[in-house]
């Protein structure tokens, strides 16, 4: 093993603290010193002096008025360079603003991570009343459209993982926890090239998702626009379906996939 790759494998403690406050704020958009305990479990004193380096360097800002942390200015500009540098991102924005263009829907793309997926690209529908997901979002593998086409193409050790009774959690009354069901939906989701989902993670919202494959013709994000199931009747849904299919079948393209 090279020195640098052991070095690697040996981390700092307080960094690893401080990264962990920071990992606080993707499910909350401003924390108290008690909120950062219950999510940390570190003691009062320890969370001052980190919160307080890491404001030191802008990367979260105190309100002492509110007695509130909020993210700081720095994270946005690591957010930009990396978003920048990330194909995935880059070539990925424009589909997703087409969707919205062509649906008037909120369109995301997600990506996994670990046993999760991550909104890494969303934009905004277009209608007063739309369904919300924020960039970074964590949400579940199982549930969703979006969810389930990213477990339905991934590996069968992650399969192994998720589609347990223990894993596999009630969110709404339509959401599937029985593993047996769930893994023949994933194998009729993976023949047709899509999913669709209604009311699994949020009660009376309709999905639609689909795959993006690149060079190496392995999936490497899915795409997929969500609103209200009461806008969205079935003649709509056929009718996304189709555009949602086409703009992953050209991502894809562009990301250098093609079938043999």
Sequence with gaps: ?????????????????????????????????????GFTHLNRSRIIRLAGTLTSRGYLIYNSQEKRFHLGPRLLSLGKVF??????????????????????????????????R???????????VSYSVTEGQRMELY???????????????????????????????????????????????????????????VSDVWS????????TKQICCSIGITGPLYRIPKRMQLRYTKILTDKAKKLSDRLGWYKS
């Design 1 to 37: 093993m090279h020195p640098a790759t052991k070095e690697m494998g040996r981390h700092i403690e307080a960094v690893i603290k401080a990264i962990d406050i920071l990992d606080c704020f993707l499910t909350r958009p401003s924390l108290t010193l008690k909120d950062i305990n």
């Design 208 to 215: 639609v998702a689909a795959p993006v494959f690149d060079h």
């Design 118 to 128: 991550v909104a890494l690209v969303r934009e905004k529908g277009t209608h007063e």
């Design 83 to 116: 978003e920048a540098n990330n194909t995935l991102i880059s070539l990925g924005r424009p589909f997703i603003r087409e969707l919205v263009q062509e649906t008037g829907e909120l369109a995301s793309l997600y990506v996994i991570d670990g046993l999760e």
């Design 143 to 201: 549930a969703g459209a979006a969810g389930k086409i990213l477990l339905a193409f991934a590996s069968s050790d992650l399969q192994s993982e998720i589609l347990t009774k223990k894993f596999l959690k009630r969110l709404t009354s339509r959401t599937t926890t029985d593993p047996d069901k769930l893994a023949k939906e994933l194998e009729k989701i993976r023949r047709k090239g899509y999913a669709c989902s209604e009311g699994e993670r």
